[in-house]
């Protein structure tokens, strides 16, 4: 399984960017993960087969994830940036056998 993420840039604060993954097949469930420089990686959201979504407090009602299983993609909406969402982005994708699968990550810095 391949996965493909793409979309990210420089933004400024206060800013929006979404970003786009694209798996090679279908998958069972979705992730975005986040690192930022000198931190672990870190999980920001999940999005479910049925849709179901979980989010970490950091981003609650910040960003948005979902999905089109006819693309086998999933998204992040990523609104009101600030500094400190400044990260490379990773998608995650697991199968139903459980297998997990990582994309190449994105680049997002949001600064002035």
């Known amino acids: 399984v391949q996965l493909q993420a793409s979309g990210g840039g420089l933004v400024q604060p206060g800013g929006s960017l979404r970003l786009s993954c694209a798996a090679s097949e279908s998958l069972f469930s979705f992730s975005w993960y986040r690192q930022a420089p000198g931190k672990q990686r870190e999980l920001v959201g999940t999005v479910t087969s049925n849709g179901n979504t979980v989010y970490a407090d950091s981003v609650k009602g910040q960003f948005t994830i979902s999905r089109d299983n006819t693309k086998n993609t999933v998204y992040l909406q990523m609104n009101s940036l600030k500094p400190e969402d400044t990260a490379v982005y990773y998608c995650?994708?697991?199968?139903?056998?459980?297998?997990?699968?990582w994309g190449q990550g994105t680049l997002v810095t949001v600064s002035s």
């Open positions: 995650n994708g697991i199968t139903r056998e459980r297998f997990a699968y």
